[in-house]
């Protein structure tokens, strides 16, 4: 709920986009790039 309160999207748009990350096993940024950059998606493909 943090991230989405963060993002500004629902949490129903974040279950969808869990269910989609997981389908694809999107990985997150790399090296040198800073969380606080991070899109929303890559954000939640971490706390999954």
Same mark, same amino acid.
């Given at each position: 709920?943090?991230?989405?309160?963060q993002?500004?999207?629902?949490?129903?748009?974040?279950?969808?986009? &869990?269910?989609?990350?997981?389908?694809?096993?999107?990985?997150? =940024?790399?090296?040198? %790039?800073? =969380?606080?950059?991070?899109?929303?998606?890559? %954000?939640l493909?971490v706390? &999954?």
């Amino acid at each position: 709920m943090e991230v989405a309160k963060q993002e500004g999207v629902s949490d129903v748009t974040l279950y969808v986009w &869990r269910k989609q990350l997981g389908a694809k096993e999107m990985a997150v =940024p790399g090296a040198g %790039k800073v =969380p606080d950059n991070w899109s929303a998606e890559a %954000k939640l493909a971490v706390v &999954r």
